[in-house]
């Protein structure tokens, strides 16, 4: 009787044993085929790389009355009608507040903050039209030099395709920007020696970057370093662009937070 009842029992563990190594099976496997670990320890998510500003030339949220993250930004705002409003609420990309900036009847709007003088920089902002350019090549992003001469600047064209322009030459991306939508942007950008620069400019409607460029230059000009990367908008009445989470680091940005 006694060893009918360890039989008994042995056989449910076994049984409770498959039954759990099923499951452990049935969980292990994804829908595309791909096995992942299992493990009782909750996976650490991997932190996105604005979760704080350290180690960043740039970080700057818009957040609270003026500028954030203790920087100092200068502003220029077109003549008759031009608007650099950084405590704007109505479409804001992250928090609670970001940057509008609408050009003058005669003079652009823009607003710069400058970093130590750098060779290369990855930068990433999102952006929002809310009325597009009147005209092509208008600026969306500047990047310049000590001299504040604009170096490589991302322009919008009337069909709201990006492009990236540099000395009179430029090259296009192939789908528009929609209205009244956040996109991110990353972009990287990195001088050369006569006509070897490199830069390249990603889109995303997520925090996500993607593993493809939209813009890809690698026979750029320019050969001196940059010290600035602002928002600015075209030099004519027009436009209505918002901005928020504008990032300038050395080294490569990756996904970011929301
Ligand atoms: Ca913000
Ligand atoms: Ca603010």
Redesign the pocket.
């Known amino acids: 009787m006694l060893k009918k009842l360890i039989d008994t029992a042995c056989a449910i563990c076994i049984a409770a044993v498959l039954l759990g190594l099923a499951f452990v099976s049935l969980q292990g496997v994804e829908a595309d085929g791909m096995v992942i670990a299992v493990s009782g320890a909750t996976p650490t998510p991997t932190p996105c790389a604005d979760s704080s500003c350290s180690g960043f030339l740039v970080c700057q949220n818009?957040?609270?009355?003026?500028?954030?993250n203790s920087e100092s930004w200068t502003e220029s705002v077109g003549s008759t009608g031009g608007i650099v409003d950084?405590?704007?609420t109505t479409n804001v990309g992250r928090g609670s507040?970001?940057?509008r900036i609408v050009p003058g009847s005669d003079t652009p709007s823009y607003t710069y903050t400058t970093f130590s003088a750098q060779g290369s920089i990855y930068g990433h902002f999102i952006m929002y039209v809310a009325t597009g350019p009147s005209s092509n090549g208008s600026d969306v992003l500047s990047t310049s030099d000590a001299d504040v001469t604009q170096l490589v600047a991302i322009l919008m064209d009337t069909d709201r395709t990006l492009k990236l322009s540099w000395m009179g030459t430029s090259s296009s991306s192939t789908s528009a920007l929609s209205l009244n939508t956040w996109y991110h942007i990353w972009y990287y950008m990195a001088k050369g020696t006569g006509a070897n620069a490199q830069a390249w400019l990603r889109i995303s409607e997520t925090v996500t970057m993607p593993g493809s460029n939209a813009i890809t230059v690698t026979n750029g000009a320019w050969t001196t370093d940059r010290v600035a990367a602002y928002p600015s908008s075209e030099h004519g009445s027009g436009s209505d662009f918002r901005y928020d989470q504008i990032l300038v680091k050395t080294s490569a940005i990756g996904d970011v937070c929301e």
Do not use: A, R, V
Not at 62 to 68: H, I, K, L, M, R
């Open positions: 818009f957040e609270g009355t003026g500028y954030d950084e405590n704007y507040q970001s940057l």
